[in-house]
């Protein structure tokens, strides 16, 4: 099995708003990261964890507030966003951040900022 | 630094067809290229991957071919069919780690 679900699948929000993205894998994988994908684009690394601790922070806004309370879990928090954040965001899995594993990606949450 | 291009941004061929697709990259450290598809509205899903020791791997109608003296990298899809259709990405593994470089994309379209 290697599936990484994602909830909400579509998410609309205000710049005030506060929401989170949630991640969950159930294949062992101790590397969890968060993409944003635009439109028609390749996706883009945001946040890297491995063994539960952030390992790459991609100089990401601040209004992005990555946590991974487990090793099966990845949320995203969400806090005055700005309508250019609309993307697909993405969560993958690996075994670890090694070299030749392979990072194994969820489904997406479609997130739109108003 | 290091990037990971593709020579097409589209690629249409008819159903039956073998389908090319072609990507180069830069960084001669890279050891490890993956190829995802990606359908609209999902989440990139891994095709097939190969390590920098090798130069061809075989998957089920799919092989990726890599040429480490030209950096190029391909993906083959035999008997092409309607469900090959979405957005197929190359990937390389560059020297940090837990990071992967993507191409920008090659929007595969197969008709009848």
Known sequence: DTEVTQTPKHLVMGMTNKKSLKCEQ????????????KAKKPPELMFVYSYEKLSINESVPSRFSPECPNSSLLNLHLHALQPEDSALYLCASSQ????????YFGPGTRLTVL | GESVGLHLPTLSVQEGD??????AYSNSASDYFIWY?????KGPQFIIDIRSNMDKRQGQRVTVLLNKTVKHL??????????DSAVYFCAGRGSTLGRLYFGRGTQLTVWP
Not at chain 1, 26 to 37: I, L, S, T, V
Not at chain 2, 37 to 41: D, F, H, I, L
Request: hydrophobic share 30%; with cysteine; charged share 10%.
């Open chain 2, 74 to 83: 391909s993906l083959q899809i035999a008997a092409t069919q309607p469900g």
């Open chain 1, 96 to 103: 670890a951040a090694g070299s030749t594993d392979t990072q």
């Open chain 1, 26 to 37: 159930h294949m062992g994988h101790r590397a969890m990261y968060w993409y944003k994908q």
């Open chain 2, 37 to 41: 598809k990606q359908e609209s509205g």
């Open chain 2, 18 to 23: 073998n389908s090319i697709i072609n990507c």
